[in-house]
């Protein structure tokens, strides 16, 4: 699976957008670009997945460059919940759970 | 309907001794795997069943195994417990009978080792 590189954290304002990045410039053509985050004390939470299309659902939008070489979660309007840690995950789809998280981004929602 | 449940959700073991963890996944799913979360190491993957059998399986020593029964609950065994066996244990579940997409995470247990 590709590696991925995300900045460590990221502060954004409740009720603005939150734009997280992830790098993954040696993704393969079939290999997925996953987003799940970690509420502290929690286990992690699955929040959207894509190959190559920018993807929408109720809790971000995804959106993943021509090349496919980086994407960015989108979290349209941040509130103090959205406090976590999110992971970017690159991999092929397969019938395995063996994801491989990395350290994430702690993103501070704050008032 | 109800999430992933694990059991214990907080207990405490001495060096040398064997803990057991339990976990029921989601109704229908049959796919159960197991993360181990440290500070130091972060979230690393153990190991998955899927219909009673093990699937995939992470770079720990033996002393961690598992098992899966027929109503898909799981079970994960640690022997021989060391002080850098303390950490978060995370169980997921799945489908499992289509492409990954998204795993259910539990709570966890976590595990102090004194």
């Known amino acids: 699976d590709a590696k991925t590189t995300q900045p460590p954290s990221m502060d954004c304002a409740e009720g603005r957008a939150a734009n997280l990045p992830c790098n993954h410039s040696?993704?393969?053509?079939?290999?997925?670009v996953y987003w799940y985050r970690q509420i502290h004390s929690q286990g992690p939470q699955y929040i959207i997945h894509?190959?190559?299309n920018n993807e929408t659902n109720e809790m971000a939008s995804l959106i993943i460059t021509e090349d496919r070489k980086s994407s960015t979660l989108i979290l349209p309007h941040a509130t103090l919940r959205d406090t976590a840690v999110y992971y970017c995950i690159v991999r092929y789809d397969n019938y395995g759970q063996n994801f491989v998280f990395g350290p994430g981004t702690r993103l501070s929602v704050l008032p | 309907k109800a999430g992933v449940t694990q059991t214990p959700r907080y207990l405490i073991k001495t060096r040398g001794q064997q803990v057991t963890l339990s976990c029921s996944p989601i109704s229908g799913h049959r796919s159960v795997s197991w993360y181990q979360q440290t500070p130091g190491q972060g979230l690393q993957f153990l190991f998955e069943y899927f219909s009673e059998t093990q699937r995939n399986k992470g770079n720990f020593p033996g002393r961690f195994s598992g098992r899966q029964f027929s109503n898909s609950r799981s079970e994960m065994n640690v022997s021989t417990l060391e002080l850098g066996d303390s950490a978060l244990y995370l169980c997921?579940?799945?489908?499992?009978?289509?492409?990954?997409?998204?795993?259910?995470f539990g709570e966890g247990s976590r595990l102090t080792v004194l």
């Open positions: 894509g190959l190559k």
């Open positions: 040696t993704i393969s053509g079939n290999e997925y």
């Open positions: 997921a579940s799945s489908l499992g009978a289509a492409l990954t997409g998204e795993l259910f």
